[in-house]
């Protein structure tokens, strides 16, 4: 079955027609400065384009600054600071406050803090872990850790990564957006994986001018 062929022109005409107006990309460009933190950068962008944030910008500054300590390992002061913040973001979400916990253990173990380790896990995750199957189930993972001289060889080695770290601070970066009734993830992103997915798509029907530079947006000519 031969595929339907769209010329270059034709495509540019059909997106001609398509109405996005300049106040629509810039309250998307500006949900994106807020969600992924740029305060500074969101400040000047709505001094020049008049696009208001929605948010008071010093409540990223302070979400930041929860999510770069969590990042640098300081668990009890990333807990601090969120509960100044707003305390019932941890008391209304238990899964998320057991994973500052789990970072909490990750970052003794990584410490070498063998003892308080265990003793940290005995009081304060593992009554959680009775209540709750798969917390017990990511403590013994992260307790599996002590048991291994050399961590390389433990098969849940990559909770000591960075890119642990990464996760638990995403994870409550979206909660205190959530708790600012504010979108947990920017619209940006989204909105990419919706058009790469609808290219794939009609790659199978047609031949188009396509994207697939997403840093550029350049269109290419079609492939026949």
Known sequence: MSKKVITRDEWER???????????????????????????TAEKFRIESGTEPGVDLATITDRMTVKQALQSGNVEDAIEKVNDLNPTI??????????????RLIELIRSGKIEEALEFAQEELAPRGEENQSFLEELEKTVALLVFED?????????????????????LNAAILTSQSHEKDPKLPSLLKKLIWTQNQLDEKAAYPKINNLTTAALDDPVV
Not at 28 to 39: A, D, K, R
Not at 94 to 101: A, I, K, R, S, T
Not at 151 to 171: F, H, I, M, W
């Open 151 to 171: 961590v390389k060889n433990c098969p849940y080695g990559d909770l000591l990564d960075v890119s642990q770290r990464l996760k638990t601070a995403s994870e």
């Open 14 to 40: 059909k997106l001609k027609d398509v109405k996005i107006t300049k106040e629509d990309m810039n309250k998307l460009i500006m949900n994106f400065l807020v969600t992924e933190g740029y305060v500074d």
């Open 90 to 103: 941890l008391d209304t979400n238990p899964q998320l406050y057991f994973h500052l916990q789990q970072q």
